[in-house]
């Protein structure tokens, strides 16, 4: 199992970012997927997840209608676009493989992260 993050950086207060995981060496259209934040200091946050294939996904509070987790399948390939970007979302960026097709809140729930994208916003 192989997951590779990318896309993150350093942007401005209210810019935008879209990160992407790549994956490898499992059947990534079998699988729940989520993006999870690690800030300084902080524990390990689930941000967004989606099904395997029916495209209902989750998001925590604090990104509501700003970030979006989509998928790809045919390209084993997962995405979060991340819009009007705050201080507050600076941390690193993982994607996680959940151990089955609906996605869970709890981190038990997933079996396998990439090494993650640093994601940094400031003035």
């Known amino acids: 199992e192989r997951l590779v993050e990318s896309g993150g950086g350093l942007v401005q207060p209210g810019g935008s970012l879209r990160l992407s995981c790549a994956a490898s060496g499992f059947n990534f259209n079998l699988y729940a997927m989520g993006w999870f934040r690690r800030a300084p200091g902080k524990a390990s946050e689930l941000v967004a997840a989606i099904n395997s294939d029916d495209d209902r996904t989750y998001y925590t509070d604090s990104v509501k209608g700003r970030f979006t987790i989509a998928r790809d399948n045919a390209l084993n390939t997962l995405y979060l676009e991340m819009n009007n970007l705050k201080p507050e979302d600076t941390a690193v960026y993982s994607c996680?493989?959940?151990?089955?097709?609906?996605?869970?809140?709890?981190?038990?729930?997933?079996?396998?992260w990439g090494q993650g994208t640093q994601v940094t916003v400031t003035s």
């Open positions: 996680g493989k959940s151990k089955g097709t609906l996605f869970r809140l709890a981190q038990q729930s997933y079996d396998y």
